[in-house]
């Protein structure tokens, strides 16, 4: 180690007194065949695979001592290799993103980069071939560790490969944006890189790491060493010879650069710059060298660093991987009812959606209602053909689909199917009516014991109950469409919901794999409410007068996933409207109901463009009717923002849910809003747009911003 890395991380080290120091051990073996004396360097915390291996600058420095040891004895030929691995099951998962927080200078976040280079750069720098032998989950510096080597194989076991900084706000800062493109191209390099990270850090597999040429080798997990070091011995030895393929650094190389902005500028429309940073670091690459782009790296690792939107991404990031594990208000577990058989009343697309997630994650038989036999049997086979999807893809075997489908049946006859039924949702017509009978019906047949969930996404969990006997077994259960993918439940407790009705509603949230988030019995709860709100304003302005394209391009600088018009679309025109009915009669100072959408409605529109593109559909432009009030992006922005502002306000003074991160951590998993905007709280701070409407910040100084 040099006096100015050791120096460098031991400024970073004081920094991060609480960080998990991983050791880095080295021992010796004889390799198979005679191939000669090697050393073996293996990155472990000394806790079990559930505490992934983290590189912290103390970790750095234990890995940069390992390294002065077997230079030494490289140098001296006592050694033919050096390997380096991780333990049971994880190889490293990259820095300790909880050191990052802390930094406070931009000197110091540079220190963490040159550090990080210093070190790894050994490996490539030692007189015998490097070895990396990825056995388990890679990312970031774990994944960069193995790129610095001579060689590399992966176990076919490993579950997680990525470089998923992009995706938290940075850019693959210890040689990945330098190295993996040099290694298998500027095209697979931005795949990984680029296009896994922004969509939802996208994670590789052992085998596509062999196929996608960044490792050399692919083994079995259970002799995963074994194999690697009878491969290396046959490396050193001569008898297998690495060829990999020529890397185009012609016009295939910009191409891919291109490709790369292309997915960046879909993704987050230019709002957040580390995709951005990180095809710049790529782009420079071509030229093969490495010393440029290390030091590229380092610079932009620093200034991510430093900036609102890496701050706000690692808080998002705490948020999906430490809150949603612990919902606040959650009651006890003990509370929580065993849940042996699921009713869903409907067969519908949602309803249908709802059978398969609880079939699939509960696996408990599953009994669908609806009218008539038609759609019952329509909703029944829609589980099953999903289920052969699942089988064609080989996310099930034979057997285990056989046995999905035997889960999923289909009734007309509610007395029948729900009688022994432990939990059963509703996922009807969206009016009060309609579920209260539909709940007075259920209650007669369900066992006592039997928890009664509404998937409403807007209407009072407590007037739906009202009418029962037992109304403390009801509870909201609103999931967001598609069912599949977008993992937020809101659990809606109502005036008279039980503990235990409550505790088995997290319990089986759980069980289904959901993000579960506790929320007042407010109308539509959290994600409805707040982008009604917004696309309220958005409506407002064009009914107005502004132009539709102008209205629909405001919100662009946030980087959202869909502009309010996809929003629109998405939802449905009938939908939002429907939605906006239910805010209106209940705070009709500040939500409107938008006449334009109200025609569009009636017209039978399901989008106020024509198809494939953002250009006004002439039938809906004859429908519209607007004033003369235009205004700008800009105008239209600022109202928008502050409207969400004052309407978070509100619904944290009325305690719908606990915290202003229970509000992000909805938006995040329940609308898909970005990282870099750490849900929308810590880019209403940061704007000053919380302050000017609300007259104070929603999160303290220095959560989700650079501390003071």
């Not at 191939?35 to 915390?45: H, Q």
């Not at 009651?331 to 699921?342: I, M, Q």
């Not at 659990?491 to 988030?517: N, P, Q, S």
């Not at 004859?622 to 109202?639: A, H, K, N, P, Y």
Request: aromatic residues 6%; glycine residues 10%; hydrophobic residues 45%.
């Amino acid at each position: 180690m040099t006096s100015k890395t050791a120096e460098l991380l031991r400024g970073a080290a004081e920094l991060f007194p609480d960080e998990v120091v991983t050791q880095a051990h080295v021992r010796h073996l004889d390799l198979p065949g005679g191939a000669g004396r090697f050393a073996l360097i293996t990155l472990d915390n000394g806790l079990d695979h559930t505490k992934p291996t983290t590189i912290g600058p103390q970790s750095l420095a234990n890995l940069d001592a390992a390294l002065d040891q077997v230079e030494k004895e490289a140098a001296d030929g006592e050694i033919k290799g050096v390997g380096v691995t991780g333990k049971p099951f994880i190889f490293a998962v990259g820095a300790d993103l909880k050191g990052v927080e802390l930094l406070k200078r931009h000197e110091d976040a540079a220190a963490i980069g040159k550090g990080g280079h210093d070190v790894f750069v050994r490996l490539a720098n030692l007189a015998v071939p490097t070895f990396a032998y990825y056995n388990g989950a890679s990312m970031g510096g774990g994944v960069e560790i193995g790129l610095h080597c001579t060689y590399r194989t992966v176990s076919a076991a490993l579950p997680a490969f990525s470089l998923p900084e992009v995706f938290l706000g940075l850019v693959p800062g210890w040689g990945g944006c330098a190295l993996l493109p040099n290694l298998v191209g500027a095209d697979r390099a931005v795949s990984v890189i680029i296009e896994n990270s922004l969509n939802q850090n996208r994670q590789l597999k052992g085998k596509q790491v062999y196929e996608l040429g960044i490792a050399d080798a692919l083994f079995e997990g259970a002799d995963f060493l074994e194999e690697s070091l009878r491969w290396t011995a046959a490396v050193l030895k001569g008898e297998i010879e690495v060829v990999r393929p020529e890397v185009d650094r012609g016009e295939a190389w910009d191409a891919a650069v291109q490709r790369g902005r292309q997915i960046a500028d879909g993704k987050v429309h230019g709002a957040a710059p580390a995709a951005y940073r990180a095809l710049d670091i790529i782009a420079a690459a071509k030229n093969g060298d490495l010393r440029q782009g290390f030091e590229a790296e380092t610079q932009a690792l620093a200034d991510l660093i430093m900036s609102g939107e890496l701050r706000a991404g690692l808080y998002a990031f705490d948020l999906v991987q430490r809150r949603a594990k612990r919902p606040a208000g959650a009651p006890s577990k003990d509370l929580a009812r065993p849940v042996t058989k699921v009713g869903v009343v409907g067969a519908g697309l949602m309803a249908s959606q709802l059978g398969l997630l609880f079939a699939r994650r509960l696996e408990v038989p599953v009994v669908l209602t609806d009218i008539d036999q038609e759609r019952v049997d329509k909703g029944v086979a829609y589980c099953h053909e999903e289920i052969d999807k699942l089988l064609l893809k080989g996310r099930v075997n034979q057997d285990k689909a056989n046995r999905l489908k035997a889960l999923v049946t289909g009734s007309l006859d509610k007395a029948t199917a729900f009688a022994d039924a432990d939990f059963v949702i509703e996922a009807v017509f969206e009016e009060m009516g309609v579920k209260q009978k539909v709940f007075a019906e259920v209650e007669a047949v369900v066992p006592e014991h039997a928890i009664l969930a509404t998937n409403t996404s807007s209407l009072s969990v407590s007037e739906m109950a009202s009418q029962l006997k037992h109304p403390e077994r009801v509870v909201g259960f609103h999931f967001f469409n598609p069912v599949a993918i977008l993992p937020l439940l809101e659990i809606v407790r109502g005036e008279k919901t039980d503990d235990a009705a409550l505790a088995t509603a997290f319990g089986v949230a759980k069980k289904l794999k959901k993000t579960a988030v506790l929320v007042k019995d407010a109308p539509a709860f959290v994600v409805n409410r707040v982008l009604t709100r917004f696309l309220g304003e958005v409506l407002r302005s064009i009914d107005e007068g502004t132009p539709v394209e102008v209205a629909d391009r405001a919100l662009a600088p946030l980087g959202l996933p869909m502009s309010p018009i996809q929003l629109l679309e998405l939802v449905g025109p009938a939908v939002a409207h429907h939605v906006a009915g239910t805010l209106h009669s209940a705070f009709p100072e500040r939500f409107g109901v938008s006449d334009n959408l109200g025609r569009v409605v009636e017209a039978g529109k399901r989008s106020l463009y024509l198809p494939g593109t953002t250009e006004l559909d002439p039938e809906v432009a004859e429908l519209f009717q607007v004033g003369d009030s235009v205004l700008t992006e800009d105008q239209v922005r600022e109202r928008a923002l502050g409207a969400i502002a004052e309407e978070i306000r509100l619904m944290l003074d009325d305690e719908v849910v606990a915290e202003a991160q229970d509000i992000d951590l909805c938006l995040i998993t329940g609308a898909g809003w970005p990282f870099h905007l750490g849900g929308i709280t810590p880019y209403l701070d940061r704007e000053g747009v919380s302050e000017r409407v609300t007259s104070r910040r929603f999160l303290a100084p220095g959560v989700a911003t650079v501390p003071a």
